[in-house]
């Protein structure tokens, strides 16, 4: 059925940057789109980008610029490379593997972004 | 792009039915997905394609679509349906993204 675990998450400072990573097991990965979705503490999920298996991206219009999403087929592995990062960042940052919807979530892991 | 309205909040009491409503103006032609978050947890994908169910949720969880309303049903409600749920569609306009809606959280009395 599948895994995904993601890791990278941690505070961070005004301006600063962060890579996530999300490692897939037990499916094809090079076969699936994967998407990263944020949710700010008490609020709604927010898609934010997305990358085929052959590697074209989409991203969301209001974090363009500052982010690059990217894989691994090899290694099965999913990355979101953050800079310029704002409070407003500050979220829970999941993985999720596309199929017109998301039919299996990592667990999540936490950016915080403060001084 | 889309943008999905769910009521905030929706409060059912334990064995009656929760009616969940998910708007858009051009839904017509979208299939809506549906997700249960559970406090502290990731979301959990309930329905998709309208109402199909992945295996292993109940048949007490079903979707429904007419017109510019999708509505997640949950029958029989029980204790441990409380969650916040949120439907999706996938939009590509301008380019391919998801579209969430603002989520409603379901108490059970």
């Known amino acids: 059925e599948g895994q995904l675990v993601e890791s990278g998450g941690g505070l961070v400072k005004p301006g600063g940057s962060l890579r996530l990573s999300c490692a897939a097991s037990?499916?094809?990965?090079?076969?699936?789109?994967m998407n990263w979705v944020r949710q700010a503490p008490g609020k709604g999920l927010e898609w934010v980008a997305s990358?085929?298996?052959?590697?074209?991206?989409h991203y969301a219009e209001s974090l363009r610029g500052r982010l690059t999403i990217s894989r691994d087929n090899a290694q099965t592995s999913l990355f979101l490379q953050m800079n310029s990062l704002r409070p407003e960042d500050t979220a829970v940052y999941y993985c999720?593997?596309?199929?017109?919807?998301?039919?299996?979530w990592g667990q999540g892991t936490l950016v915080t972004v403060s001084s | 792009s889309s943008v999905l309205t769910q009521p905030q909040s929706l409060s059912v009491a334990p064995g009656n039915t929760a009616r969940i409503p998910c708007e858009e103006n051009?839904?017509?032609?979208?299939?809506v997905h549906w997700y249960q978050q559970r406090p502290g947890q990731a979301p959990l994908l309930v329905i998709f394609?309208?109402?199909d169910r992945p295996s292993g949720i109940p048949a007490r969880f079903s979707g429904s679509h007419s017109g510019s309303t999708a509505t997640l049903t949950i029958t029989r409600v029980e204790a441990g349906d409380e969650a916040d749920y949120y439907c999706?569609?996938?939009?590509?306009?301008?380019?391919?993204?998801?579209?969430f809606g603002g989520g409603t959280r379901l108490t059970v009395l």
């Open positions: 999720a593997r596309d199929t017109y919807w998301a039919d299996l």
């Open positions: 037990g499916f094809t990965f090079s076969l699936y789109t």
């Open positions: 990358i085929s298996g052959s590697g074209f991206v």
């Open positions: 051009n839904l017509g032609n979208k299939s």
């Open positions: 394609y309208e109402n």
């Open positions: 999706q569609v996938w939009d590509n306009s301008p380019d391919h993204h998801w579209v």
